[in-house]
T-cell receptor
Framework: NAGVMQNPRHLVRRRGQEARLRCSPMKGHSHVYWYRQLPEEGLKFMVYLQKENIIDESGMPKERFSAEFPKEGPSILRIQQVVRGDSAAYFC??????????????FGQGTRLTVV | QQQVKQSPQSLIVQKGGISIINCAYENTAFDYFPWYQQFPGKGPALLIAIRPDVSEKKEGRFTISFNKSAKQFSLHIMDSQPGDSATYFCAASRAYGQNFVFGPGTRLSVLP
C-alpha cells in the first residue's frame, strides 16, 4: 500500500508564475488535507477536501490560492502569481472516510517551493 | 479555542534518558490526539495517538499520558536514542472528519 505521494518534491518558480502541487492520497483514503510549513516553524492548516468538495478552507489565503480534489486524479494546490513569501514546504495528508474509520492522517514527503 | 500549546521548544537529552514533551489544548470538542515525528527534509510521520477515553497509551518506548480534566497530554520517550533526534509535533482534532491543529513543535536532540 503506497503512502501519500506528492510531486514534485522540489519546485522553483519566479515571482509572478504559477505553482501547481499535486497530492495522491493513500489507497482507500477519500480525504485530503494541505498544510504549509515555514522554515523552523510548525504546520499551518490550509484546506481540507474530499472528492469534489471543499470541507474547510479556513486556512487558505483569500487570494491567489486554490485547491481541488477531483473525482479522478490527484488533489491539486494551486498558487497563482507566486511571491517570495510563498516559499515554504507544502505537505499533504490523507485520511480514511470519516465515520468508517478513525481519522488517522498520514503525510506525504512534501513539496518544497522556492520562489526566486 | 483552536490553539494547541507545546513545550519545550527544544530539548536536549542524554542517550538512555527520558524525553518528555507537553501539550495543552483549549477546545473540549477535540477527541483525538496524535503525535508526529519529523526528520529534516521529510514529512511528519504518525508516531502514536490517543483518544480521551484512556489516560495512557504505550507503544514500545513511546508513551502518551492524557489528563482530560486539565486538557493536557504529553509524550514520553523512554531510553532515548540518538536516532530519536527529530522534531516532534502534537496535534488535536475531532476523531471523525475534521482538520488537525498542530502544536509549534519540539526539537529533540539526544546526545550519544
Amino acid at each position: 500500500n503506497a503512502g501519500v505521494m506528492q510531486n514534485p518534491r522540489h519546485l522553483v518558480r519566479r515571482r509572478g508564475q504559477e505553482a501547481r502541487l499535486r497530492c495522491s492520497p493513500m489507497k482507500g483514503h477519500s480525504h485530503v488535507y494541505w498544510y504549509r510549513q515555514l522554515p523552523e516553524e510548525g504546520l499551518k492548516f490550509m484546506v481540507y477536501l474530499q472528492k469534489e468538495n471543499i470541507i474547510d478552507e479556513s486556512g487558505m489565503p483569500k487570494e491567489r490560492f486554490s485547491a481541488e480534489f477531483p473525482k479522478e486524479g490527484p488533489s491539486i494546490l494551486r498558487i497563482q502569481q507566486v511571491v517570495r513569501g510563498d516559499s515554504a514546504a507544502y505537505f499533504c495528508a490523507s485520511s480514511p472516510t470519516p465515520g468508517q474509520s478513525l481519522t488517522e492522517a498520514f503525510f506525504g514527503q512534501g513539496t518544497r517551493l522556492t520562489v526566486v | 479555542q483552536q490553539q494547541v500549546k507545546q513545550s519545550p521548544q527544544s530539548l536536549i537529552v542524554q542517550k538512555g534518558g527520558i524525553s518528555i514533551i507537553n501539550c495543552a489544548y483549549e477546545n473540549t470538542a477535540f477527541d483525538y490526539f496524535p503525535w508526529y515525528q519529523q526528520f529534516p527534509g521529510k514529512g511528519p510521520a504518525l508516531l502514536i495517538a490517543i483518544r480521551p477515553d484512556v489516560s495512557e497509551k504505550k507503544e514500545g518506548r513511546f508513551t502518551i499520558s492524557f489528563n482530560k480534566s486539565a486538557k493536557q497530554f504529553s509524550l514520553h520517550i523512554m531510553d532515548s536514542q540518538p536516532g530519536d533526534s527529530a522534531t516532534y509535533f502534537c496535534a488535536a482534532s475531532r476523531a471523525y472528519g475534521q482538520n488537525f491543529v498542530f502544536g509549534p513543535g519540539t526539537r529533540l536532540s539526544v546526545l550519544p
